[in-house]
T-cell receptor, first 113, second 111 residues
Framework: SAVISQKPSRDICQRGTSLTIQCQVD?????MFWYRQQPGQSLTLIAT?????????ESGFVIDKFPISRPNLTFSTLTVSNMSPEDSSIYLC??????????FGPGTRLTVL | SQQGEEDPQALSIQEGENATMNCSYK?????LQWYRQNSGRGLVHLIL?????REKHSGRLRVTLDTSKKSSSLLITASRAADTASYFC???????????FGKGTKLTVNP
C-alpha cells in the first residue's frame, strides 16, 4: 500500500482567505484525486490531479475555486480559494498505483469562520 | 453523483456479535471497495472485490458481490469495540479509476 501524508491536518480560517493543502505520496503513483467530505456526509470527488497538465474537475467544482497542482508523480496541492463557512469540510487526497486499489491520506479538517 | 447506497445508515451491536452492512449501486462497475473511517479521519482500505468475483475474505471480513442485483455486503464477524467506525462502499465505473462513494454505515460496537 502507498503511504500518503497531508499538511496541514487541520486549520481554522477566516472567510475570504485561501488555504493550500499538500499531499505527498511515498512512491510514484499513476493517478491522484482530491475529495471533499462535508460534515456528516460521504465523500465527493472534486477533481483528478493530472501530472504536468490541468486538473480534471467534476461537475459542480471549478478551477477558480479549487486550483490544483501536480508537479510530479508523488505530490499534489489543492487550494480552497475565497473561503466561506460552506467550505468547512474534510479534504482528502487519494492515490492510485494500479491493481485497482486506491489509498487515502489522513485528511485535512478545515473550519471556516 | 452518489451511486452507492448503504444500509443501514446506523448499526449498534454488542461486542462479539456479527455486523452486516449492505451497499447497492446503479451502474456497471469494474470493482467495489470497502473503506473504514474512524471519527472523521482518513479512510482505511479494507477490501476490494472485482466484478467477476462473488465473495472475498480478509481476516474477520467477508464481502459478497451480486452484480445481477447490483449489491454488495460487508460482514464483520466477532466484532470488537475497535471496529466502531463509519464504513463506506465505493465503486469504480467503466474504465475510470474515479470512485463513487455510498453514504456510509455508522457502526457502533458496545463493549
Amino acid at each position: 500500500s502507498a503511504v500518503i501524508s497531508q499538511k496541514p491536518s487541520r486549520d481554522i480560517c477566516q472567510r475570504g482567505t485561501s488555504l493550500t493543502i499538500q499531499c505527498q505520496v511515498d512512491s510514484q503513483v499513476t493517478m491522484m484525486f482530491w475529495y471533499r467530505q462535508q460534515p456528516g456526509q460521504s465523500l465527493t470527488l472534486i477533481a483528478t490531479a493530472n501530472q504536468g497538465s490541468e486538473a480534471t474537475y467534476e461537475s459542480g467544482f471549478v478551477i477558480d475555486k479549487f486550483p490544483i497542482s501536480r508537479p510530479n508523480l508523488t505530490f499534489s496541492t489543492l487550494t480552497v480559494s475565497n473561503m466561506s463557512p460552506e467550505d468547512s469540510s474534510i479534504y482528502l487526497c487519494s492515490a492510485y498505483r494500479g491493481f485497482n486499489e486506491q489509498f487515502f491520506g489522513p485528511g485535512t479538517r478545515l473550519t471556516v469562520l | 453523483s452518489q451511486q452507492g447506497e448503504e444500509d443501514p445508515q446506523a448499526l449498534s451491536i454488542q461486542e462479539g456479535e456479527n455486523a452486516t452492512m449492505n451497499c447497492s449501486y446503479k451502474t456497471s462497475i469494474n470493482n467495489l471497495q470497502w473503506y473504514r473511517q474512524n471519527s472523521g479521519r482518513g479512510l482505511v482500505h479494507l477490501i476490494l472485490i472485482r466484478s467477476n468475483e462473488r465473495e472475498k475474505h480478509s481476516g474477520r471480513l467477508r464481502v459478497t458481490l451480486d452484480t445481477s442485483k447490483k449489491s454488495s455486503s460487508l460482514l464483520i464477524t466477532a466484532s470488537r469495540a475497535a471496529d466502531t467506525a463509519s464504513y463506506f462502499c465505493a465503486t469504480a465505473q467503466g474504465g475510470s479509476e474515479k470512485l463513487v462513494f455510498g453514504k456510509g454505515t455508522k457502526l457502533t460496537v458496545n463493549p
